[in-house]
């Protein structure tokens, strides 16, 4: 049983609490057998146990700043790696916004540019239906203004060839129609 407290004992020692721990027991106990031997008029002992204590003391408190003050250092290194992991993370935020601003105003300058394309080709297109529809147009003047000048040359010969044919008939007959 006593081996089993003992092996605990063991493995608390070697943590840094129980180092600490035991640090303060040995100093409480340098105090201890000092006032007991001084309390046996035994001076020269208890002086010299009185300097082993207080050196002890100023050791276990000087290592209880340094710790509190590596501690201290460690949390403000942790709060400036917090606050630097912070501002990447907004830079990198501000990085992806301009991005997605900049692909955004790039689609819509593709859309306008393709709109104003579509737009281009349909006036095109419209000018050229224009354009067809004038020259159809003009065609079928020309073609109505041939077919009046055959008409008209035509019922101007058949007119000239009644005459002639009526002329002839008078002529034949001797009398007028």
Known sequence: MWAAFARQIAAYAITRR???????????????????????????SAAFTAVLAGISGV??????????RAEREYLQR???????????AQARLDRIDT?????????GAATRAAAESVV???????????????AVSGAGRRIAGAVETVAHAGVAGAAKGWRVLVGGMSAVGGQNL
């Open 78 to 88: 942790k709060a400036e790696e917090a606050r630097q992991r912070a501002i990447a």
């Open 59 to 68: 050791a276990f408190g000087m290592q209880r700043a340094k710790l509190k």
């Open 120 to 134: 281009a080709v349909a006036n095109e297109a419209v000018l050229v239906v224009v354009e067809t529809a004038e």
């Open 18 to 44: 129980g180092k600490k721990l035991f640090a303060l027991i040995g100093v409480l106990l340098l105090c201890f057998v000092t006032a007991l031997l001084i309390d046996m008029q035994f001076y020269t």
């Open 99 to 107: 991005a997605k601003s900049a692909v955004g105003n790039a689609a």
